[in-house]
């Protein structure tokens, strides 16, 4: 009797999807919008992943399903984007990644999936019951989302910003509160994580109808990207004309591929996609960095350390200019959550392992390097101290020095791996320059400088003080001392300014800053 009703449950859960997935052929085909937008997006970011993670069985709770589905859906889409893209080509399909093409493969691997899980016997319990606590926080909770929102409309109508003035001060008093108080679960906790960051990200992606830049890569980002939803087809090989730069965002399949796959699928404006879609799949970063710190510190602590991750201005300004980085550091929190978590066997954690790692590489070329660094430099600790762990292996990190070079040496001319290059050439030469040139004589002069600026600072401060006791020095003497230290350094301030003007130059304004503080008294 209890088989028959497993059996049923997943007979039932089959004939769902097939329902669910007539639904979303009538959305794309009658072009229903809102509808269309709202639940498609949930459809291809939740469902494709949810599926994985019940065919291979992880033995995770409700927030880490939820994470782990969004990654696995996103690196569906991205995958299938790229399997369509290949193939699609050889078999003489000049678009490839138009609407028909993807839906039909998206539906076909999610029908796929979906049998394969109920076959194993998988449970579809997609969430814990929902306790009392978090309902009861769920709409206080909400209220950041709402002013985040209609504040950025206020300001675009009318040039107003009192709205979001008065969601930053909610914010701050809703963390204040969570932090004081001790009696929140951790779905609360997560939820507020969740809402304080798509509500800061926001407030400042949805003011204008326009991209903003923030200073960052918005513009190169969004012309390599239009190319690609243009053609719906992704060249491995770009054109002649591309710019080594151009070239290296080519190589991202997170502002090629993806957002082509989202414009088609959800025929949402491609500018939306970025300011809308990057940013919603960006805020999954500080929950699983939430739950990453949790299992050390605790509930609270950790809400107090993700809040201030996203309380640093480059959360939600600089970031919002960098798609592919968004993109990239969801799937960096993810790898690190795997090479942390336990409660995962070998298959399922090299499965894991494979797929972010090379979603990963196809994201943000910086990130990949900064991750085979990291686990490079972790497993010869290891290795030193004599430490084994099944966690992070010879293999895996062999694995990923593998598919990384193999993805930037072989696509896009080499766009990234020449970079790399020229970037390391570039240390080199300058490093020689520092060592046996002026500016490591500069060096010595500067902190003789600093010291003899010191003794006379002090010499003057006796002197005035002198002054003022005796009162024997008049003001024209007064004055010719000051004339003779401000000669002193204003000569020498030409050495300093060298040394700022080597700060590099950011999107922040930093070097402007320092350079401005040398006219300062």
Request: aromatic share 16%.
């Amino acid at each position: 009797m209890f088989q028959k009703t497993e059996i049923l449950k997943r007979l039932d859960f089959l004939l769902a999807i097939i329902f669910l997935q007539s639904v979303i052929y009538m959305l794309v085909v009658f072009d229903i919008t809102v509808a269309r937008q709202i639940i498609g997006f949930l459809y291809f970011t939740f469902l494709p992943g949810y599926l994985i993670v019940k065919l291979l069985k992880f033995h995770f709770r409700t927030l880490e399903t939820l994470i782990f589905s969004v990654g696995f859906s996103i690196a569906s889409l991205m995958l299938v984007g790229l399997f369509l893209n290949e193939l699609g080509s050889m078999a003489g399909i000049l678009q490839p990644l138009s609407t028909i093409p993807l839906l039909v493969t998206l539906n076909l691997l999610v029908l796929v999936i979906t049998a394969l899980t109920c076959g194993r016997g998988a449970s579809f319990e997609l969430f814990d019951r929902v306790s009392f606590g978090l309902v009861k926080w769920a709409v206080p909770l909400m209220l950041p989302l709402v002013l985040s929102i209609v504040g950025a409309m206020l300001v675009n109508m009318y040039g107003d910003n009192l709205i979001l003035l008065i969601m930053i001060l909610t914010i701050s008093s809703i963390a204040t509160v969570l932090i004081l108080k001790n009696n929140f679960t951790s779905k609360v906790y997560a939820f507020a994580v969740f809402i304080i960051g798509i509500s800061l990200l926001y407030h400042s992606s949805l003011i204008s109808r326009y991209l903003c830049s923030f200073g960052s890569d918005i513009a190169p980002e969004f012309y390599t990207s239009k190319h690609t939803q243009m053609n719906s087809y992704w060249s491995s090989t770009p054109p002649a004309y591309f710019s080594l730069s151009i070239g290296r965002l080519n190589n991202m399949l997170s502002i090629t591929i993806l957002p082509t796959v989202y414009c088609n699928l959800l025929n949402l404006d491609f500018a939306w996609i970025f300011k809308l879609i990057s940013p919603l799949i960006f805020a999954f970063v500080p929950i699983c960095l939430y739950h990453l710190w949790q299992e050390g510190f605790g509930d609270k602590y950790a809400f107090i350390s993700a809040f201030f991750f996203m309380a640093t201005g480059t959360f939600f300004s600089e970031l919002l200019g960098l798609n592919r980085q968004m993109i990239g550091e969801l799937f960096f929190a993810l790898l690190l959550f795997i090479l942390l978590y336990k409660n995962m066997n070998y298959f399922q954690r090299m499965f894991s392992f494979t797929i972010f790692g090379f979603v990963l590489v196809v994201s943000h070329y910086a990130l990949a390097e900064i991750f085979l660094f990291l686990i490079v430099f972790a497993w010869v600790c290891m290795f030193i101290l004599k430490r084994h762990s099944n966690n992070l292996t010879v293999g895996m990190v062999a694995l990923f020095f593998v598919i990384m070079f193999a993805w930037y040496i072989y696509t896009s001319r080499s766009s990234v791996f020449t970079s790399f290059l020229e970037y390391a050439d570039h240390v080199i030469r300058e490093d020689k320059t520092i060592i046996h040139g002026e500016y490591f004589t500069h060096l010595f002069y500067l902190k003789d400088w600093i010291k003899s600026f010191q003794v006379i600072q002090e010499d003057y401060k006796k002197i005035r003080i002198f002054a003022i006791l005796q009162g024997d020095i008049n003001n024209t003497e007064k004055r010719d001392i000051e004339n003779k230290i401000k000669l002193v350094m204003e000569d020498d301030c030409d050495i300093i300014w060298e040394f700022v003007d080597e700060i590099p130059v950011t999107s922040t304004g930093k070097h402007l800053y320092t350079k401005s503080l040398l006219y300062h008294d």
